[in-house]
């Protein structure tokens, strides 16, 4: 039943060392969303896909990056975490402009 | 740049009350205004969402009461219980453009 699945759900990495979270999922949406999660606050909008087309939010830091291979799946790389990174990190699908997101259940990211 | 305004920050009510969350937008281009619940540790789920050709739209126990002129929308939880105690975010899509409310947090007292 699980539409949008993000692995892992708990991960965690040392200051400066490359980490990667995926998700991927079965509604064969074609946009896929990273979301950026700190505690008591909204989700923050980092990058998306619209089919193979990337489009970053203009403050997101050039330390986050993003794949995605096929419609499926989807990569959020962070090249050299810092403390501050820590956070949910959240993967969202729609379908075209259609603004109707579904998210999946989010990787918490500690960084030590 | 918030687009959207939420408000009030957290409620607090006792089992069976109405709590009501606000939200106010800026961006006239907007049309579709969804509501998510979010619980600790898990991602916001779609719990229902209007556009600006209705002003009210109910499911089950959630209604949102829209105000075009006004720019400002509003979740209703009838007969509240503790289980729906959670982070409600409002959030306006338009002009390929998503913003999300700062969140509310509603806690049902039983």
């Known amino acids: 039943d699980a539409m949008v699945i993000q692995n892992p759900r708990y991960q965690v990495t040392q200051f400066g060392k490359p980490v990667t979270l995926s998700c991927s999922q079965t509604?064969?949406?074609?946009?896929m969303y990273w979301y950026q999660q700190k505690s008591s606050q909204a989700p923050k909008l980092l990058f998306h896909?619209?089919?193979?087309?990337?489009?970053n939010e203009a403050d997101t830091p050039d330390n986050f990056q993003s794949r995605r291979p096929n419609t499926s799946f989807c990569f959020l790389d962070i090249r050299s975490p810092g403390l501050g990174d820590a956070a949910m990190y959240l993967c969202a699908t729609s379908r075209d402009n259609t603004y109707e997101q579904y998210f999946g259940p989010g990787t918490r990211l500690t960084v030590t | 740049q918030q687009q959207v305004k939420q408000s009030p920050q957290s409620l607090i009510v006792q089992k069976g009350g109405i709590p009501i969350i606000n939200c106010a937008y800026e961006?006239?281009?907007?049309?579709?205004f969804p509501w998510y619940q979010q619980f600790p540790g898990k991602g916001p789920a779609l719990l229902i969402a209007i556009r600006p050709d209705v002003s009210e739209k109910k499911e089950g126990r959630f209604t949102i009461s829209f105000n075009k002129s006004a720019k400002q929308f509003s979740l209703h939880i009838m007969d509240s219980q503790p289980g729906d105690s959670a982070t409600y975010f409002c959030?306006?899509?338009?002009?390929?453009?998503?913003?999300f409310g700062k969140g509310n947090q509603v806690v049902v007292i039983p």
């Open positions: 961006n006239t281009a907007f049309d579709y």
């Open positions: 896909y619209y089919d193979k087309d990337f489009n």
């Open positions: 959030k306006a899509g338009g002009n390929n453009r998503l913003a």
């Open positions: 509604l064969n949406h074609n946009v």
